[in-house]
């Protein structure tokens, strides 16, 4: 009897089997960080998370209306308001703020080492279908001048683009954001904004005030507590109010705890606290010595930017 040899059917992907899989990989990774921005006149577009406190870039044209409400989607289900920090119609990006915790941000990478030929994905909610993946190659890097004193620069592909994906992120082959896709050039041709004038003009934005989200008041310490302390001083600052972005981000100050040390300083007064803390960075922890329940502990506790 003649043996009959069995081929196997070719696979109908054409690429490799280990790049779906890593593409598959990079989707799961990113999405988390990718929401879907709705306002009440213009429907819906995309944004990702750059911000751990819930800073969101999208299109300044998704909310174009500084009195429109704005909605934030995440892929776990939640809806969060969200409000318009700043933004810029002329490089068409909006910087949005949430409340919220556990909110996964995506790397940012450097668009001027993008390549023509080069594989990029957009990922976002065309015709509101949520976080739909689309692939494609980067075809040529363009600039225009928008004014005399302004040119700037785009990033052309045939990623597939549809209403509502705007203000979504352009992905590159390490799950990193190069570019916010912003609209469709005739064709098939999609434009993104490159992510280098994203962190250009983020970089020069004014400065938030830094706060530690809390409110406090003078009081005088225990005998026993004034004796273990160096330098002697009279008083604390007693953590009487938490805000709410404190208590979404961190549990490590509690009402109730008393400030003795911030950055090696005796907390004498709030202004004492104040002129420490408006020179330190956003989200760097600072050293303090804390009395909590009769026992004095120490802790590194994160700063927030005041939105």
Do not use: C
């Not at 941000?105 to 909610?125: C, D, K, M, Q, Y």
């Not at 008393?258 to 989200?283: C, F, Q, Y």
């Not at 009769?294 to 939105?307: E, M, N, Q, W």
């Amino acid at each position: 009897m003649a043996q009959t040899t069995v081929h196997p059917t070719p696979s109908s992907f054409p690429l490799p089997d280990a790049y779906s899989s890593a593409l598959v990989s990079i989707f799961d990774e990113v999405r988390p960080g990718i929401v879907q921005v709705q306002t009440e006149q213009r429907g819906g577009g995309t944004g990702f998370i750059w911000h751990k406190d819930g800073r969101i870039i999208t299109n300044n044209h998704v909310t174009p209306n500084a009195n429109d409400k704005v909605q934030v989607h995440l892929i776990d289900g939640r809806t969060l308001e969200a409000r318009v920090l700043q933004r810029n119609p002329q490089l068409d990006l909006a910087l949005l703020k949430v409340n919220g915790d556990n909110l996964k941000t995506l790397p940012v990478g450097n668009s001027s080492t993008l390549r023509i030929g080069e594989w990029v994905f957009a990922i976002g909610h065309p015709w509101g279908q949520r976080w739909a993946l689309t692939a494609g190659i980067v075809s040529a890097l363009s600039s225009v001048k928008l004014a005399d004193n302004l040119t700037t620069h785009y990033i052309k592909s045939d990623v597939r683009l549809a209403p509502g994906n705007s203000g979504g992120p352009l992905i590159n082959a390490d799950g990193q954001v190069v570019g916010i896709n912003a609209m469709i050039f005739g064709g098939d041709l999609s434009v993104s904004i490159p992510s280098n004038v994203m962190s250009t003009w983020l970089a020069g934005l004014p400065k938030s005030p830094i706060t530690l989200g809390i409110e406090i008041q003078t009081v005088g310490l225990p005998e026993n507590v004034l004796q273990a302390l160096q330098p002697h001083r009279e008083s604390g600052l007693l953590v009487v109010g938490i805000g709410p972005e404190r208590q979404s981000q961190y549990s490590d100050l509690l009402i109730g705890d008393i400030l003795l040390d911030v950055a090696g300083k005796p907390m004498n007064d709030a202004a004492a606290l104040r002129t420490i803390i408006a020179h330190s960075e956003d989200g760097k922890p600072v050293a303090m010595k804390i009395l909590r329940g009769g026992i004095i502990i120490h802790a590194d506790i994160v700063t927030l930017a005041r939105s």
